[in-house]
Protein backbone atom coordinates (compact mmCIF):
# COMPACT_ATOMS: atom_id res chain seq x y z
CA UNK A 1 0.00 0.00 0.00
CA UNK A 2 1.09 3.81 -0.80
CA UNK A 3 1.42 6.54 2.03
CA UNK A 4 -1.25 8.02 -0.15
CA UNK A 5 -3.53 5.30 -0.32
CA UNK A 6 -3.05 4.75 3.24
CA UNK A 7 -4.33 7.83 3.99
CA UNK A 8 -6.92 8.34 1.66
CA UNK A 9 -8.62 5.24 3.62
CA UNK A 10 -8.09 6.60 7.11
CA UNK A 11 -9.94 9.51 5.64
CA UNK A 12 -13.23 7.01 4.56
CA UNK A 13 -13.13 5.29 7.93
CA UNK A 14 -12.90 8.40 9.86
CA UNK A 15 -13.46 11.63 8.02
CA UNK A 16 -10.10 12.91 8.95
CA UNK A 17 -6.22 11.88 9.28
CA UNK A 18 -5.81 11.47 13.12
CA UNK A 19 -6.64 9.26 15.95
CA UNK A 20 -9.02 6.69 15.28
CA UNK A 21 -10.71 6.92 18.32
CA UNK A 22 -13.05 9.59 17.87
CA UNK A 23 -12.46 10.80 21.56
CA UNK A 24 -9.21 10.42 21.22
CA UNK A 25 -8.96 12.75 18.36
CA UNK A 26 -10.96 15.42 19.77
CA UNK A 27 -9.57 16.01 22.78
CA UNK A 28 -5.87 15.76 21.30
CA UNK A 29 -6.66 17.93 18.24
CA UNK A 30 -7.85 20.54 20.39
CA UNK A 31 -4.94 20.69 22.29
CA UNK A 32 -2.63 20.70 19.57
CA UNK A 33 -4.15 23.46 17.68
CA UNK A 34 -4.59 25.53 20.86
CA UNK A 35 -1.20 25.33 21.79
CA UNK A 36 0.50 25.21 18.61
CA UNK A 37 -1.32 28.41 17.84
CA UNK A 38 -0.76 30.07 21.01
CA UNK A 39 3.52 28.87 20.36
CA UNK A 40 3.38 31.05 16.95
CA UNK A 41 1.14 33.94 18.32
CA UNK A 42 3.73 34.14 21.65
CA UNK A 43 7.11 33.81 19.69
CA UNK A 44 6.48 35.26 16.09
CA UNK A 45 5.44 38.81 16.06
CA UNK A 46 4.43 38.72 12.06
CA UNK A 47 3.87 35.82 10.08
CA UNK A 48 3.05 36.74 6.61
CA UNK A 49 3.01 33.58 4.46
CA UNK A 50 3.29 30.12 5.92
CA UNK A 51 2.95 26.58 4.69
CA UNK A 52 1.41 24.18 6.26
CA UNK A 53 2.94 20.80 5.11
CA UNK A 54 0.77 17.58 4.79
CA UNK A 55 -2.43 19.96 5.97
CA UNK A 56 -4.38 16.56 6.35
CA UNK A 57 -8.10 17.96 6.39
CA UNK A 58 -6.89 21.47 6.83
CA UNK A 59 -7.71 22.06 10.54
CA UNK A 60 -4.26 23.93 11.22
CA UNK A 61 -4.77 25.62 8.57
CA UNK A 62 -8.12 27.14 9.68
CA UNK A 63 -7.38 27.48 13.08
CA UNK A 64 -4.62 29.66 11.90
CA UNK A 65 -5.68 31.38 8.88
CA UNK A 66 -7.40 34.13 10.95
CA UNK A 67 -3.11 35.07 12.41
CA UNK A 68 -1.59 34.94 8.86
CA UNK A 69 -2.11 36.86 6.50
CA UNK A 70 -1.38 33.50 3.28
CA UNK A 71 -1.17 30.09 3.93
CA UNK A 72 -0.53 27.07 1.48
CA UNK A 73 -1.88 24.22 2.40
CA UNK A 74 -0.43 21.24 0.87
CA UNK A 75 -1.22 17.02 1.25
CA UNK A 76 0.11 13.59 -0.41
CA UNK A 77 -3.22 13.18 -1.13
CA UNK A 78 -6.26 14.91 -3.31
CA UNK A 79 -9.35 13.51 -1.62
CA UNK A 80 -8.04 14.94 1.51
CA UNK A 81 -7.51 17.89 -0.04
CA UNK A 82 -10.87 18.13 -1.56
CA UNK A 83 -12.41 17.49 2.20
CA UNK A 84 -10.16 20.23 3.71
CA UNK A 85 -11.44 22.67 1.18
CA UNK A 86 -15.17 22.22 1.96
CA UNK A 87 -14.41 22.03 5.94
CA UNK A 88 -11.65 24.14 6.47
CA UNK A 89 -11.74 26.66 3.74
CA UNK A 90 -10.49 30.62 4.41
CA UNK A 91 -9.90 33.12 1.62
CA UNK A 92 -6.32 33.27 2.82
CA UNK A 93 -5.44 29.61 2.80
CA UNK A 94 -4.44 27.80 -0.45
CA UNK A 95 -4.93 24.19 -0.54
CA UNK A 96 -2.39 22.57 -3.57
CA UNK A 97 -1.14 19.01 -4.55
CA UNK A 98 2.04 18.00 -3.91
CA UNK A 99 3.00 18.76 -7.33
CA UNK A 100 1.97 21.97 -7.25
CA UNK A 101 4.17 21.78 -4.16
CA UNK A 102 7.32 21.05 -5.63
CA UNK A 103 6.68 24.08 -8.35
CA UNK A 104 6.56 27.30 -5.45
CA UNK A 105 9.76 28.84 -5.80
CA UNK A 106 12.51 29.61 -3.04
CA UNK A 107 12.23 32.27 -0.01
CA UNK A 108 8.36 32.13 -0.69
CA UNK A 109 7.53 31.33 3.61
CA UNK A 110 8.59 33.37 6.79
CA UNK A 111 7.37 29.95 8.54
CA UNK A 112 6.87 26.24 7.58
CA UNK A 113 4.74 23.88 9.84
CA UNK A 114 4.41 20.27 9.61
CA UNK A 115 2.61 18.32 12.44
CA UNK A 116 2.97 14.71 12.89
CA UNK A 117 3.60 14.41 8.84
CA UNK A 118 7.47 13.63 8.96
CA UNK A 119 7.27 10.66 11.00
CA UNK A 120 5.49 9.09 8.17
CA UNK A 121 8.00 9.72 5.41
CA UNK A 122 9.73 6.42 6.06
CA UNK A 123 12.02 6.36 3.57
CA UNK A 124 15.51 8.81 4.81
CA UNK A 125 16.10 10.35 1.40
CA UNK A 126 12.90 11.26 1.23
CA UNK A 127 12.46 13.03 4.15
CA UNK A 128 16.39 14.89 3.44
CA UNK A 129 15.05 15.78 0.01
CA UNK A 130 11.97 17.40 2.10
CA UNK A 131 13.85 19.12 4.55
CA UNK A 132 15.99 20.55 1.85
CA UNK A 133 13.28 21.46 0.12
CA UNK A 134 11.63 23.26 3.29
CA UNK A 135 15.08 25.05 4.04
CA UNK A 136 14.95 26.69 -0.04
CA UNK A 137 11.56 27.58 0.55
CA UNK A 138 12.19 29.81 3.60
CA UNK A 139 13.31 33.49 3.64
CA UNK A 140 16.31 34.27 5.19
CA UNK A 141 15.37 33.63 8.88
CA UNK A 142 12.64 31.89 8.50
CA UNK A 143 11.54 28.90 10.49
CA UNK A 144 10.07 25.57 11.12
CA UNK A 145 8.04 24.12 13.41
CA UNK A 146 8.20 20.49 13.20
CA UNK A 147 5.75 18.54 16.05
CA UNK A 148 6.41 14.62 15.59
CA UNK A 149 6.07 11.21 17.65
CA UNK A 150 9.55 10.46 19.07
CA UNK A 151 10.71 6.89 21.23
CA UNK A 152 13.83 5.43 22.26
CA UNK A 153 12.93 2.70 20.89
CA UNK A 154 13.69 2.64 17.21
CA UNK A 155 11.46 1.11 14.64
CA UNK A 156 9.50 1.14 11.74
CA UNK A 157 5.62 -0.27 10.34
CA UNK A 158 5.12 0.14 6.43
CA UNK A 159 3.65 4.12 7.27
CA UNK A 160 5.60 5.15 10.12
CA UNK A 161 9.07 5.94 11.56
CA UNK A 162 9.73 6.35 15.10
CA UNK A 163 12.96 7.42 16.41
CA UNK A 164 14.46 9.81 19.29
CA UNK A 165 14.51 13.30 20.32
CA UNK A 166 18.43 13.49 19.45
CA UNK A 167 17.90 11.68 15.88
CA UNK A 168 15.00 14.41 15.34
CA UNK A 169 17.47 16.76 15.56
CA UNK A 170 20.56 15.39 14.13
CA UNK A 171 18.59 15.04 10.59
CA UNK A 172 17.53 18.87 11.01
CA UNK A 173 21.56 20.35 12.29
CA UNK A 174 22.85 20.25 8.85
CA UNK A 175 20.68 23.36 7.61
CA UNK A 176 18.75 24.35 10.37
CA UNK A 177 19.24 25.17 13.99
CA UNK A 178 17.05 24.43 17.27
CA UNK A 179 15.61 27.56 18.76
CA UNK A 180 13.19 26.05 20.82
CA UNK A 181 12.98 21.78 21.85
CA UNK A 182 9.83 20.63 23.84
CA UNK A 183 9.06 17.34 25.06
CA UNK A 184 5.88 15.93 25.61
CA UNK A 185 3.53 13.38 26.52
CA UNK A 186 0.54 12.90 24.12
CA UNK A 187 -1.86 14.98 25.73
CA UNK A 188 -4.08 12.71 26.73
CA UNK A 189 -1.27 10.64 28.90
CA UNK A 190 -0.21 14.20 30.33
CA UNK A 191 -4.11 14.96 30.98
CA UNK A 192 -4.86 11.94 32.29
CA UNK A 193 -7.49 12.97 34.56
CA UNK A 194 -9.13 15.22 32.62
CA UNK A 195 -9.17 12.92 29.50
CA UNK A 196 -10.69 9.88 31.24
CA UNK A 197 -13.27 11.72 33.11
CA UNK A 198 -14.13 13.04 29.77
CA UNK A 199 -13.83 9.68 27.68
CA UNK A 200 -16.26 8.40 30.48
CA UNK A 201 -19.37 10.33 30.05
CA UNK A 202 -22.03 8.24 28.44
CA UNK A 203 -22.31 10.71 25.81
CA UNK A 204 -18.51 10.59 25.09
CA UNK A 205 -19.06 7.08 24.61
CA UNK A 206 -21.90 6.74 22.59
CA UNK A 207 -20.71 9.68 20.32
CA UNK A 208 -16.79 7.60 19.71
CA UNK A 209 -18.67 4.73 19.28
CA UNK A 210 -21.42 5.58 16.60
CA UNK A 211 -18.16 7.86 15.08
CA UNK A 212 -16.50 3.98 14.63
CA UNK A 213 -19.74 2.82 12.86
CA UNK A 214 -20.93 5.17 10.53
CA UNK A 215 -17.47 5.46 8.68
CA UNK A 216 -16.54 8.90 7.25
CA UNK A 217 -19.39 10.92 6.43
CA UNK A 218 -21.76 13.46 7.54
CA UNK A 219 -23.27 11.48 10.36
CA UNK A 220 -19.29 11.28 11.89
CA UNK A 221 -18.71 14.82 11.27
CA UNK A 222 -21.77 15.54 13.62
CA UNK A 223 -20.99 12.95 16.37
CA UNK A 224 -17.47 15.19 15.80
CA UNK A 225 -18.81 18.04 16.38
CA UNK A 226 -21.10 17.14 19.51
CA UNK A 227 -17.99 15.54 20.95
CA UNK A 228 -16.10 19.10 20.71
CA UNK A 229 -18.97 20.79 22.60
CA UNK A 230 -18.60 18.21 25.06
CA UNK A 231 -14.80 18.93 25.64
CA UNK A 232 -13.94 20.30 29.40
CA UNK A 233 -14.69 23.90 29.70
CA UNK A 234 -11.68 24.23 32.04
CA UNK A 235 -8.92 22.62 30.76
CA UNK A 236 -5.69 24.68 30.60
CA UNK A 237 -4.53 24.23 27.15
CA UNK A 238 -0.78 24.61 27.74
CA UNK A 239 2.28 23.16 26.02
CA UNK A 240 3.67 21.45 29.62
CA UNK A 241 7.12 19.90 29.34
CA UNK A 242 7.25 16.80 30.29
CA UNK A 243 9.62 16.44 33.66
CA UNK A 244 11.80 13.68 33.97
CA UNK A 245 12.83 11.37 31.13
CA UNK A 246 9.95 9.83 28.86
CA UNK A 247 10.55 6.85 26.72
CA UNK A 248 8.13 7.90 23.85
CA UNK A 249 5.91 11.09 23.35
CA UNK A 250 5.79 14.20 21.14
CA UNK A 251 8.72 16.38 20.63
CA UNK A 252 8.05 20.41 19.11
CA UNK A 253 11.09 21.42 17.25
CA UNK A 254 11.07 25.36 16.32
CA UNK A 255 14.32 25.76 14.37
CA UNK A 256 15.93 28.84 12.32
CA UNK A 257 17.34 28.59 8.80
CA UNK A 258 20.93 28.52 9.20
CA UNK A 259 21.65 31.46 6.55
CA UNK A 260 25.00 29.97 5.16
C1 LIG B 1 -1.40 12.32 10.90
S1 LIG B 1 -1.97 13.25 9.52
C2 LIG B 1 -1.71 14.93 10.12
C3 LIG B 1 -2.58 15.94 9.40
C4 LIG B 1 -2.46 17.38 9.92
N1 LIG B 1 -1.09 17.85 9.87
C5 LIG B 1 -3.01 17.49 11.30
O1 LIG B 1 -2.21 17.47 12.25
O2 LIG B 1 -4.23 17.59 11.46
C6 LIG B 1 -0.66 13.07 8.34
C7 LIG B 1 -0.97 13.78 7.02
O3 LIG B 1 0.23 13.83 6.25
C8 LIG B 1 -0.05 13.52 4.91
N2 LIG B 1 1.19 12.97 4.33
C9 LIG B 1 1.77 11.78 4.57
N3 LIG B 1 2.92 11.67 3.90
C10 LIG B 1 3.07 12.83 3.22
C11 LIG B 1 4.07 13.34 2.34
N4 LIG B 1 5.14 12.62 2.01
N5 LIG B 1 3.90 14.56 1.82
C12 LIG B 1 2.81 15.31 2.15
N6 LIG B 1 1.83 14.90 2.96
C13 LIG B 1 1.97 13.67 3.50
C14 LIG B 1 -1.20 12.51 4.98
O4 LIG B 1 -1.94 12.45 3.79
C15 LIG B 1 -2.00 13.06 6.15
O5 LIG B 1 -2.97 13.97 5.74
Redesign the pocket.
Known amino acids: MS??TY?KQRLKKHG???WGNAAVYVFD?KY?LDVIKKFILDNFSKVATAL??????G??AKCLSPNIERIVA????QS?LDVAKVNNSADNIDYIS?DDFFKIGKDSFDLIY????LQ??TNKE?LLS?IEKFNELLKKNGHLLVYESFSNKNGQSFYQRTQSVAEWERIFSELFYVKYKIITRKSFEDFKSEFLAFQRKPAVRMLSRISNIVGGGIANRICLSWLKILLPKQLKFELRASHGDIESGMVLLVMEKRNV
Open positions: NSWHTGQRDYGCGVDFVDIDIQTVTVHVDL
